[in-house]
């Protein structure tokens, strides 16, 4: 059978991906045919790439911004952790060695996750900037953090006006991150949808809500401070000013992350996010 032609995404310039990388290396190599190894940052790759299979070295941000990278070219994408956490990146460089021969099968174990397309457009509707979120994109208050407020819209319609730090979309793989530690509720990211929650709005009648991936969310900006951001995944931020809008819709593509096929969703959720961790009882020790 043909060896599957994989590239190698990483950051050479952090000295601590150094070992990683070449343990990598070894331990793919009786398993594929390495064509490139690239350097993991936002540089659109070279349209006319043809490998089957990625994999990138880091923590969940070089996951998200590498899954945002190779969307268009719909190359599945292995994550081999070297990070703090981890959520994405479901590999360390061991278990990268053990299943090696189900990830670079003919048919490895991979999950579809949803991205948003966010644009912003000024008060004439003309767009200023166009990006991709693979988690969420927040609205954010910023110095000299007064609550600002904001207009929403779903299709059009007339919906509520949010005055308070700002507001999270998020996607239902992201639910788990920032909309998490906001209150929101996590969504297993099988599920297509968009999740919307406040950030410490001026209201007691407004709740995260969970919106059908189909719908158009739109955020006119009616109040506003200096610094004022959207800022896409924690990584990619613009300054917004007052009557800007915020849209919001489903990517057309999908990310594809190859996941590890000793675990699953739930036990990550257990073992990293500590899901529903009960207090330390005397009869049950620490």
């Given at each position: 059978?043909?060896?599957?032609?994989?590239?190698?995404?990483?950051?050479?310039?952090?000295?601590?991906?150094?070992?990683?990388?070449?343990?990598?290396?070894?331990?793919?190599?009786?398993?594929?045919?390495?064509?490139?190894?690239l350097?993991?940052?936002?540089?659109?790759l070279?349209?006319?790439?043809?490998?089957?299979?990625?994999?990138?070295?880091?923590?969940?941000?070089?996951?998200?911004?590498?899954?945002?990278?190779?969307?268009?070219?719909?190359?599945?994408?292995?994550?081999?952790?070297?990070?703090?956490?981890?959520?994405?990146?479901?590999?360390?460089?061991?278990?990268?060695?053990?299943?090696?021969?189900?990830?670079?099968?003919?048919?490895?174990?991979i999950?579809?996750?949803?991205?948003?397309?966010?644009?912003?457009?000024?008060?004439?509707?003309?767009?200023?900037?166009?990006?991709?979120?693979?988690?969420?994109?927040?609205?954010?208050?910023?110095?000299?953090?007064?609550?600002?407020?904001?207009?929403?819209?779903?299709?059009?319609?007339d919906?509520?006006?949010?005055?308070?730090?700002?507001?999270?979309?998020?996607?239902?793989?992201?639910?788990?991150?920032?909309?998490?530690?906001?209150?929101?509720?996590?969504?297993?990211?099988?599920?297509?949808?968009?999740?919307?929650?406040?950030?410490?709005?001026?209201?007691?009648?407004?709740r995260?809500?969970?919106?059908?991936?189909?719908?158009?969310?739109?955020?006119?900006?009616?109040?506003?401070?200096?610094?004022?951001?959207?800022?896409?995944?924690?990584?990619?931020?613009?300054?917004?000013?007052?009557?800007?809008?915020?849209?919001?819709?489903?990517?057309?593509?999908?990310?594809?992350?190859?996941?590890?096929?000793?675990?699953?969703?739930?036990?990550?959720?257990?073992?990293?996010?500590?899901?529903?961790?009960?207090?330390?009882?005397?009869?049950?020790g620490?």
């Open positions: 059978m043909t060896k599957p032609r994989v590239i190698i995404l990483a950051d050479t310039t952090r000295p601590e991906v150094t070992q990683p990388l070449q343990q990598v290396r070894a331990s793919i190599a009786d398993h594929v045919q390495i064509i490139d190894e350097q993991a940052n936002g540089e659109p070279d349209s006319t790439i043809t490998a089957d299979m990625a994999i990138a070295i880091g923590g969940d941000g070089t996951i998200m911004s590498q899954a945002r990278r190779l969307v268009d070219h719909n190359i599945p994408l292995i994550g081999v952790n070297i990070g703090r956490f981890g959520f994405l990146a479901e590999f360390d460089v061991n278990s990268l060695e053990q299943q090696a021969r189900t990830l670079f099968s003919a048919a490895p174990p999950r579809q996750y949803m991205l948003l397309n966010v644009q912003v457009c000024q008060a004439n509707g003309t767009e200023i900037h166009r990006a991709l979120a693979m988690n969420d994109a927040v609205i954010t208050a910023g110095p000299p953090f007064r609550m600002i407020e904001l207009h929403q819209y779903v299709n059009g319609n919906g509520p006006v949010l005055n308070g730090d700002g507001v999270i979309v998020s996607t239902a793989g992201g639910s788990t991150a920032y909309n998490v530690s906001a209150g929101g509720p996590i969504v297993h990211p099988s599920i297509e949808a968009m999740i919307i929650t406040p950030l410490a709005v001026h209201s007691l009648a407004f995260p809500i969970v919106a059908p991936a189909d719908e158009q969310l739109r955020f006119r900006i009616t109040r506003c401070n200096d610094g004022t951001t959207l800022v896409l995944d924690g990584q990619d931020t613009l300054p917004l000013s007052e009557d800007m809008s915020v849209i919001i819709t489903r990517h057309e593509k999908r990310a594809k992350l190859v996941t590890n096929p000793m675990t699953s969703y739930w036990k990550v959720l257990l073992e990293k996010m500590r899901w529903a961790a009960p207090p330390t009882y005397r009869d049950r620490p």
